[in-house]
């Protein structure tokens, strides 16, 4: 494996260390609850043992005679907390289920909130509390008898927004070759090592709250509506975030709870919930089906794509990720047509996972792939050649679009020539070998962002925005471009991020945060150089140098500050009003004039014993283009990631779920899967030169989630040659290849 | 997590003498008894946070691994490991490893090297299960945590759950690598108790669930594990444990299996077969044994060996697979452990 980061090419900045590297190694950095509030009351959270049904009676004497106890929030207690809007991305609820019963909406919903002056006691005093519930039969998932799938009026009012083009349907049936096949997706959670905590402090009337966040104006916005006070009363930070992936995006219901909790104690509160509960009191990627039909001529182009999904949701909440938006567009498709069904079921609200829609859905139309170049017996590679297009099937032009340069370059770094196609060819002693591939991609997001930046004639740069960096490399790459842009060295640029003090930034989903807020410095940095510019070249008795020192005394001024907006093209003009009020706005993908996406290509071997049927992958190689990249160390790290949850995501995660209950079984790190070291052996990673200079003022397409997309067809397609079984529903198990 | 005494003990008598002091009925589920033995706590505090163990009172006893009962010794005849000794010692001891390869094998396939640095191997025999209902309170069904309440595994999902040894009243399987090795060298137990020493051999430590999937082992309240013997039996050294499992380390076994053989040439002349991840308790396989005894281990052996091991075997929603994948891993450590040079 190639261990440093990769030479910057063209259109590629240096790979500088993270900006926030020592800290974090070192401890130095302080997550939200980190930070230290005087005399903190500890919450735990009591969740509800069933899905569906009411609880009868709650016994809070033995968790009350709990030494320490101070208070136990129940349904009664909050009835003065309202209702907030569900919507997806940010914007508003993680779930439309809030209260805490008497009704019982899903496994593990929050019921009570005990509070103590140490966390023991309020966890003794949890599990103290004695609660007996008139529990109704739920329906788990997909094929329940009582799950609720959409009308067809539903479903054809979706599929009035979704893509269609041609006669689809008459495509398929005069194809010369044809595949049909269904594909299924598991249940997954995000599992940050952070796990969901809150701190909530009232000095008066203002609300301080620290909580791991990837949108803080948003969780501002929604808090206040909440609980029913002036968001200006509130200021949430959140500098550091341990992993989010989409899970810290939402208001979930933890925090109205936790503020409401310490404006009742007169006392700051202080809650980290357990990671059995993060999988209920949050959201989750939800299971989805497919069915593809492919129709194609016999030289490998496709005439017909037709994608339906099915996506599993709660009972309340129509949240849907309808992937086949991107899947429709990815070649250059003679006929399409797209449908997505959303079914109902007694489950927590699921909601942004690392790539929402194209993990499953690129992941069912890179198997198809697959299985269509088998049918025609062509190179896999050769058949996305065959359909490579600049348009889709709309008509619809790509702003630019690398994906045979990232093939053919992560095909020869792999040495893919070298394989031979029958399944079950390769093999090395006991272990039969597989070789698969197949293409990564995702819509590059705009979104609106402010920015300040200050100068000093020290030449000291300050940047603040409320953005977010998620462990996804923000504050180095901020810093990097102020430096850039100002003409200073890196170390005296100073970041500040996730906080709503200062001006706010879009929210960290949708790989949207480098361009949003890159394109807001940018803008800022130039209105600094204007005034710098504007300086007299001389002044009586002044100092005449072109030092930053000697302009600003020309100038006659100790420091120049700069707040500046950016909307992209085709942005609201209120854009940045309503991301005061919390509101984000995502444009671009395939919403667009053109067509926005990072691509990429990715190659892995697997290994599979001949006899006992485990499955490895010794070595992975994946080769991107995403425009402008910032800093190849963070880009490759953050695809390397990317590539290693991949192959988590084909062979390990899976939220296993008790059918009976609708209750989640694997809620610890011990049961819920996920690659060692020990199973990630070699992964290397190309970055593709590319330009655009379309999609945002700094010409960079956002790439945290481009690297997991794909993987898990490469993997399945992997499979299937080196076992000849193709594996239509994720994980990949072992028993599903005993046969 | 519920308030506790915590005491601490220096001596295996005087841990004993500490834990008799509260009275314990020999009936009570073994999850339930008050007092509690703390050595490396990989698996109590655990359990006491996830509220499944609310022990009255917590018996520290690492101070006695600074006696013998810490050690290792290796002598011609066999080897004596001190229950306090951790795993990663016993792991790491070269002639462990030389001598007795399966049982560093089984060690150092297990858990992670954190844990392994902790944990005691007299705890890690006594690992409790991964069954999730037993692990999670709410569910009010768990014969073993509240006997006669019933079985949610046995509907519910059971893709890890035990297909030998199983009982309509528990399916849990047991979760360890190290006891599948030490049954296949003939190990013994040491333990002391309230009324003195006494010895047993290893496979008899653990109950198969039956009735009373509560009752775990045949340790009486208090009793204490101090040591295991193994004699250099002539299939110490031909011996190997292999684990199949869905992620190359850190994780439980699907199947796994402990294999020790005497070859005489071509012939074997003696076998031992243990079982895991299959099985309730740790699974000795005497009928796959009988079926190679005395055999050339050809196909036909492998496969007679294979259906004999499964023969009883009784399947569940999700755990059918374990049948097939637990012949084939025991075909495949039969074959890798014939190979072996000795």
């Known amino acids: ?161 979704l893509p269609k083009a041609g006669d689809a349907a008459a495509a398929l049936a005069s194809a010369e070759v044809t595949i049909d096949a269904q594909y299924a997706t598991p249940a997954q959670h995000h599992n ?18 620290y909580e791991p966040s990837q949108f803080v104006f948003g969780l501002k916005n929604n808090l206040a509506e909440r609980l029913g006070i002036d968001a200006e009363q509130i200021r949430v930070v959140s500098p550091y975030v341990g992993g989010a992936f989409g899970s810290k995006a939402q208001m979930t219901p933890r925090t109205a709870l936790i503020a409401l909790a310490a404006r009742r104690l007169g006392r700051p509160v202080k809650l980290v919930s357990t990671r059995d509960q993060a999988f209920t009191i949050s959201t989750y990627r939800a299971e989805t089906r497919h069915r593809i039909r492919m129709g194609a001529r016999r030289d490998g182009r496709i005439t017909a794509f037709i994608h339906e999904g099915w996506e599993l949701t709660s009972r309340p909440d129509p949240y849907s990720v309808a992937g086949v938006e991107d899947s429709a567009r990815m070649y250059g498709f003679g006929a399409v047509e797209t449908r997505v069904t959303l079914v109902h079921a007694d489950r927590n609200t699921p909601g942004f996972m690392r790539s929402p829609p194209v993990v499953p859905y690129i992941y069912a139309l890179e198997s198809a792939m697959d299985e269509l170049a088998l049918e025609l017996g062509m190179d896999p590679v ?21 994906l045979m340069e990232c093939y053919d370059e992560a095909a020869a770094a792999f040495g893919w020539k070298e394989r031979t196609a029958r399944p079950g060819s390769m093999r090395d002693g006991d272990w039969l070998i597989g070789w698969g591939c197949a293409t990564a991609a995702y819509p590059t997001h705009l979104g609106p962002s402010a920015v300040r930046v200050r100068l000093t004639p020290a030449g000291e740069v300050r940047v603040q925005v409320a953005a977010h960096d998620i462990g996804t490399g923000l504050y180095t790459v901020l810093a990097q471009l102020a430096a850039d842009e100002l003409g200073v060295p890196l170390d005296m640029v100073r970041v500040e991020l996730g906080d709503t003090a200062l ?155 008790d059918r009976r209950h609708a209750r989640y079984i694997n809620d610890n790190l011990a049961d819920y899967l996920m690659p060692v070291n020990a199973d990630i052996r070699d992964v290397e990673v190309i970055l593709v030169p590319e330009e655009d200079s379309e999609v945002n003022p700094i010409g960079a397409k956002g790439l945290g989630e481009l690297g997991n997309v794909g993987t898990a067809a490469a993997i399945t397609n992997a499979v299937h040659h080196a076992t000849g079984v193709r594996i239509r529903e994720l994980p990949v198990r072992l028993e599903k290849l005993l046969g | 997590m519920r308030p506790f005494h915590y005491e601490r003990a220096a001596t295996p008598a005087a841990a004993v003498k500490m834990a008799g002091t509260t009275p314990m009925s020999p009936d009570q589920p073994s999850v339930a008894t008050p007092v509690q033995y703390l050595a490396g706590g990989t698996n109590l505090l655990d359990m006491m946070k996830i509220d499944v163990m609310r022990p009255d009172r917590v018996v520290d006893i690492n101070a006695i691994a600074e006696t013998r009962h810490g050690g290792i010794e290796v002598s011609d005849d066999g080897m004596w490991l001190g229950a306090l000794a951790r795993m990663a010692e016993v792991a790491e001891h070269a002639d462990v490893k030389h001598r007795f390869p399966v049982i560093a094998q089984s060690l150092t396939l297990a858990a992670s090297q954190q844990l392994r640095n ?37 509907g519910g999902f059971n893709r890890m759950h035990a297909v030998l040894g199983t009982s309509k009243a528990c399916i849990a399987t047991y979760p360890g690598d190290f006891a599948q090795a030490l049954i296949a060298l003939d190990a013994r137990v040491e333990i002391t108790g309230a009324h003195g020493h006494r010895s047993m051999a290893f496979a008899e430590l653990h109950r198969r669930p039956d009735d009373e999937p509560h009752m775990e082992t045949r340790l009486a309240p208090g009793e204490l594990i101090t040591a295991f013997t193994i004699a250099a039996l002539p299939w110490a050294r031909r011996s190997k444990y292999l684990k199949i499992r869905d992620r190359e380390s850190y994780e439980f076994a699907l199947a796994s299996a402990a294999v020790a053989l005497d070859m005489d040439g071509d012939i074997v002349r003696e076998a031992r077969i243990a079982l895991g991840g299959v099985a309730t308790v740790p699974w000795r396989a005497s009928a796959a044994e009988h079926e190679i005894q005395g055999k050339r281990l050809d196909e036909r052996a492998l496969a007679a060996a294979a259906e004999a091991a499964f023969a009883d075997a009784r399947v569940f929603e999700h755990n059918a697979f374990k049948i097939a994948l637990g012949k084939r891993t025991l075909t495949r450590a039969l074959r890798e452990t014939a190979a072996m040079e000795t």
């Open chain 2, 118 to 154: 902790m944990a005691s191997i007299g705890g890690n025999v006594l690992q409790r299960t991964r069954c999730p209902y037993y692990r999670d309170t709410s569910y009010a069904e768990c014969n073993k945590r509240d006997p006669g309440s019933g079985c949610a595994a046995l």
């Open chain 1, 192 to 209: 940050a090592i952070e796990l969901f905590t809150t701190t909530a402090l009232w000095s008066g009337d203002e609300l301080t709250i």
């Open chain 1, 1 to 161: 494996m190639a261990r440093a980061a990769p030479k910057p090419q063209a259109n590629m900045g240096p790979p500088v260390p993270r900006y926030d590297g020592r800290a974090k190694v070192t401890g130095d950095a302080r997550y939200p609850s980190d930070v230290p509030v005087a005399s903190p009351a500890f919450a735990f959270l009591v969740t509800s043992a069933i899905a569906k049904g009411r609880i009868v009676r709650m016994d809070l004497a033995a968790a009350q005679a709990v030494p320490g106890v101070l208070d136990i929030l129940t349904a009664e207690d909050t009835r003065e907390l309202k209702h907030v809007k569900f919507a997806a991305g940010g914007a508003g609820a993680s779930t439309s289920i809030q209260g805490l019963g008497p009704d019982i909406d899903h496994d593990g919903q929050i019921v009570a909130v005990v509070l103590a002056d140490s966390f023991e006691a309020a966890r003794e005093a949890a599990h103290k509390v004695d609660i007996t519930y008139a529990a109704e039969e739920p329906a788990a998932t997909f094929d329940a008898t009582n799950a609720r799938e959409e009308s067809p009026e539903e479903v054809g009012e979706r599929a009035k927004k």
């Open chain 1, 503 to 657: 001006p706010p930034g879009i929210v960290a989903g949708g790989s949207v945060s480098t361009a949003a807020t890159g394109s807001a410095l940018v803008k800022a940095c130039a209105a600094i150089r204007e005034r710098l510019t504007a300086a007299p070249a001389q002044t009586t008795g002044g100092p005449s140098g072109n030092k930053l020192e000697d302009v600003f005394e020309r100038l006659g001024i100790g420091a120049i500050e700069e707040y500046a907006e950016f909307i992209p093209e085709g942005g609201k003009p209120d854009a940045i009003a309503s991301l005061y009020k919390g509101k984000p706005a995502l444009g671009g993908g395939s919403h667009g004039e053109k067509l926005m996406y990072a691509l990429g290509a990715e190659f892995v071997e697997v290994r599979v014993h001949a006899l006992t049927r485990e499955i490895r992958v010794p070595r992975i190689v994946g080769a991107f283009a995403a425009g402008r990249i910032m800093n190849t160390r963070t880009a490759r790290s953050q695809l390397m990631g990317g590539m290693i949850w991949g192959i988590s995501s084909a062979l390990h995660e899976a939220t296993e779920i």
């Open chain 1, 382 to 402: 050769e058949l996305r050649r065959a359909n490579n297009s600049m348009r889709d099937a709309t008509g619809k032009e790509w702003s630019s679009r690398s």
